[in-house]
Nanobody
Framework: QVQLVESGGGLVHPGGSLRLSCAAS????????IGWFRQVPGKEREGVSC???????YYTESVKGRFTISRDNSKNTVYLQMDNLKLEDTAVYYC????????????????????????WGQGTLVTVSS
């Protein structure tokens, strides 16, 4: 079955850390750009961080210096290390995959409309609360 599965969400205090994982099955991520997105009820989904096949990365301004995206092609998995979490980071986090050739500049992966991207995971909830 071709799918992306996110894991690692949970409840954390402000200032805490979480590491999200996005594992692919049924296909290999080697030639895909991968992005992490988040959505709060009532708001549009936001591109948080994206990584290219060549490991070029993009971060939205609000997470720069706090989040780190990485990929391990041997494990067919992409990670999002989230440090110094803030209340406003609370959201459902999704990963998405799209063929690399469609994103010569990785920033586009994080900014295109949702329907443009080929595959999505089901999401994992991150709650930052005191």
């Amino acid at each position: 079955q071709v799918q992306l599965v996110e894991s690692g969400g949970g409840l954390v205090h402000p200032g805490g850390s979480l590491r999200l994982s996005c594992a692919a099955s049924g296909f290999t991520l080697d030639h895909y750009a991968i992005g992490w997105f988040r959505q709060v009820p009532g708001k549009e989904r936001e591109g948080v961080s994206c990584i290219s096949e060549n490991r070029n990365s993009y971060y939205t301004e609000s997470v720069k210096g706090r989040f780190t995206i990485s990929r391990d092609n041997s494990k067919n998995t992409v990670y999002l290390q989230m440090d110094n979490l803030k209340l406003e980071d609370t959201a459902v986090y999704y990963c998405a995959a799209d063929p690399s050739f469609r994103h010569p500049d990785i920033i586009t992966m994080c900014l295109v409309p949702d329907h443009y991207l080929e595959r999505w995971g089901q999401g994992t909830l991150v709650t930052v609360s005191s």
